[in-house]
C-alpha cells in the first residue's frame, strides 16, 4: 500500500510538528490528535511510517530488539548472543478499536499446537510496536480494560503474558500515538495524562489551503505511486533532518533561567505532578535539535508550551475558556524577559 506522503500534508502544522518532536525524542511520552472527522489525523500519523529513518535490529527478532542495547534484549537474543544486525523500518503499528487483547499482547499460536502439540507464543501488536509507534484511532472509544492494559506496559517497558501454560515477557517500548473525536467522548485522565503533546486539529478556513489540499489528494489517488515519487526528495530532506536532530538531541542544553520559566508556567497553570514540566523540557529540546539550535530558547519554550500543557489544566466549572487560551494568558505573566 503506499501512504500519502507526509510532505505533502498542507497545513496542520501543529500535528506534524508534535509527530517530529516525538519521533525525535520518545520520552515525550506520545501524541494526542483530537478533532472532528476528516481533518487529516490519520493521514499525518500513517504517513510517518514512511518517513521515519530505518533502526537496527536483531534479524529475524519478533520483537525488533535494538543489538547494541544488551541490558534490553528479549530472552531468546540475550540467550543465543550477538546475532547478525538487519536494518528495517521504524514500526509503526495499527491498533484497530476492535482489537481483542489477545491481539495486543500475544497469545498461544493455537495451529501450532492442535497440528504439532508444541506451547508456542505468537506475538501481539506490543510486540510488533516496540522501538516505533503504536497508533490508537478513536482512542477515547477505547475499552477499559485494554486502556488498563496499555497504561501497565507503557509505564514498565514490558509486557507480560501468563495464561494457557504459557509465562512470556519481552520489551515493549513504543510512542503512543492516538486520534479521536472529543464530541464522541472523554479520555480517562490516566490515559490522557500519558500523552505528552495534545493537539486541536481542526480544518483550515483558508480557502487557497483547501483548494490545494483537495488538489493533491485527487492527484494522489489518481496515481499514488507518480504522486509519492514527486515527493520524494522532501521526504528525504526531512528524513535527514530527523536523523540530525536525533544525533544533536544529547548537546542541547536548557538554561537554568529559562528552566526556571517552564517551571513557574506549570505553577501558574495549577497543572497536577511533574510530567508537565518534564514534557515541556523534552518538548523544547526536541524543538531547539530540530532547529538546529544549541541551547533552549525562552521562543522555543513558548513554541511547545501549548501542546505539552494543554491537556495537563483542572478543569473549572465555573471557567469554559479554552484550554489553549488559559496556557496563552499564562505564558505572558510567567514568560516575561
Same mark, same amino acid.
Given at each position: 500500500m503506499t501512504v500519502y506522503p507526509f510532505t505533502a500534508i498542507v497545513?496542520?502544522?501543529a500535528l506534524k510538528d508534535a509527530l517530529l518532536l516525538a519521533s525525535i525524542d520518545p520520552s515525550i511520552g506520545g501524541v494526542l490528535a +483530537?478533532? /472532528?472527522?476528516g481533518t487529516g489525523k490519520s493521514t499525518a500519523i500513517r504517513a510517518l511510517a514512511a518517513l521515519l529513518p530505518e533502526i537496527e535490529a536483531v534479524n529475524g527478532c519478533p520483537y525488533n530488539c535494538a543489538p547494541d542495547r544488551r541490558a534490553? +534484549?528479549? /530472552?531468546?537474543c540475550a540467550g543465543s548472543g550477538p546475532g547478525r544486525v538487519a536494518r528495517i523500518p521504524?514500526?509503526?503499528?495499527? +491498533?484497530p478499536l476492535g482489537a481483542t487483547e489477545d491481539r495486543i499482547t500475544g497469545a498461544l499460536d493455537l495451529e501450532r499446537a492442535l497440528s504439532q502439540g508444541e506451547k508456542r507464543f505468537e506475538p501481539g501488536l506490543l510486540a510488533r510496536a516496540h522501538r516505533g509507534f503504536l497508533y490508537i484511532d478513536e482512542v477515547n472509544l477505547l475499552e477499559d480494560h485494554l486502556v488498563d492494559l496499555l497504561l501497565d506496559v507503557a509505564a514498565s517497558g514490558e509486557n507480560v503474558v501468563e495464561r494457557e501454560g504459557l509465562s512470556i515477557r519481552h520489551p515493549s517500548r513504543f510512542v503512543l500515538v492516538g486520534s479521536g473525536n472529543p464530541e464522541e467522548g472523554d479520555l480517562r485522565p490516566q490515559l490522557l495524562d500519558r500523552f505528552g503533546l495534545c493537539i486541536d486539529v481542526r480544518s483550515s478556513a483558508n480557502l487557497a489551503e483547501r483548494v490545494e489540499i483537495v488538489k493533491r489528494r485527487d492527484a494522489y489517488e489518481r496515481d499514488p505511486a507518480a504522486f509519492v515519487r514527486s515527493w520524494s526528495r522532501q521526504t528525504l530532506a526531512l528524513r535527514k533532518r530527523i536523523v540530525r536532530a536525533r544525533e544533536a538531541l544529547p548537546g542541547v542544553t536548557m538554561p537554568d533561567e529559562v528552566l526556571e520559566k517552564a517551571v513557574g508556567l506549570c505553577v501558574a497553570l495549577g497543572a497536577d505532578g511533574l510530567r508537565g514540566e518534564l514534557t515541556l523540557m523534552r518538548?523544547?529540546?526536541?524543538r531547539a535539535a530540530l532547529d538546529g539550535e544549541t541551547c533552549v530558547t525562552e521562543a522555543i519554550l513558548r513554541s511547545v508550551a501549548v501542546p505539552s500543557l494543554r491537556h495537563r489544566l483542572r478543569k473549572d466549572p465555573l471557567d469554559d475558556t479554552d484550554a489553549a487560551i488559559r496556557v496563552e494568558r499564562a505564558m505572558e505573566d510567567v514568560l516575561v524577559s
Amino acid at each position: 500500500m503506499t501512504v500519502y506522503p507526509f510532505t505533502a500534508i498542507v497545513g496542520q502544522a501543529a500535528l506534524k510538528d508534535a509527530l517530529l518532536l516525538a519521533s525525535i525524542d520518545p520520552s515525550i511520552g506520545g501524541v494526542l490528535a +483530537l478533532g /472532528e472527522r476528516g481533518t487529516g489525523k490519520s493521514t499525518a500519523i500513517r504517513a510517518l511510517a514512511a518517513l521515519l529513518p530505518e533502526i537496527e535490529a536483531v534479524n529475524g527478532c519478533p520483537y525488533n530488539c535494538a543489538p547494541d542495547r544488551r541490558a534490553s +534484549l528479549c /530472552e531468546a537474543c540475550a540467550g543465543s548472543g550477538p546475532g547478525r544486525v538487519a536494518r528495517i523500518p521504524a514500526p509503526v503499528v495499527d +491498533l484497530p478499536l476492535g482489537a481483542t487483547e489477545d491481539r495486543i499482547t500475544g497469545a498461544l499460536d493455537l495451529e501450532r499446537a492442535l497440528s504439532q502439540g508444541e506451547k508456542r507464543f505468537e506475538p501481539g501488536l506490543l510486540a510488533r510496536a516496540h522501538r516505533g509507534f503504536l497508533y490508537i484511532d478513536e482512542v477515547n472509544l477505547l475499552e477499559d480494560h485494554l486502556v488498563d492494559l496499555l497504561l501497565d506496559v507503557a509505564a514498565s517497558g514490558e509486557n507480560v503474558v501468563e495464561r494457557e501454560g504459557l509465562s512470556i515477557r519481552h520489551p515493549s517500548r513504543f510512542v503512543l500515538v492516538g486520534s479521536g473525536n472529543p464530541e464522541e467522548g472523554d479520555l480517562r485522565p490516566q490515559l490522557l495524562d500519558r500523552f505528552g503533546l495534545c493537539i486541536d486539529v481542526r480544518s483550515s478556513a483558508n480557502l487557497a489551503e483547501r483548494v490545494e489540499i483537495v488538489k493533491r489528494r485527487d492527484a494522489y489517488e489518481r496515481d499514488p505511486a507518480a504522486f509519492v515519487r514527486s515527493w520524494s526528495r522532501q521526504t528525504l530532506a526531512l528524513r535527514k533532518r530527523i536523523v540530525r536532530a536525533r544525533e544533536a538531541l544529547p548537546g542541547v542544553t536548557m538554561p537554568d533561567e529559562v528552566l526556571e520559566k517552564a517551571v513557574g508556567l506549570c505553577v501558574a497553570l495549577g497543572a497536577d505532578g511533574l510530567r508537565g514540566e518534564l514534557t515541556l523540557m523534552r518538548a523544547a529540546r526536541a524543538r531547539a535539535a530540530l532547529d538546529g539550535e544549541t541551547c533552549v530558547t525562552e521562543a522555543i519554550l513558548r513554541s511547545v508550551a501549548v501542546p505539552s500543557l494543554r491537556h495537563r489544566l483542572r478543569k473549572d466549572p465555573l471557567d469554559d475558556t479554552d484550554a489553549a487560551i488559559r496556557v496563552e494568558r499564562a505564558m505572558e505573566d510567567v514568560l516575561v524577559s
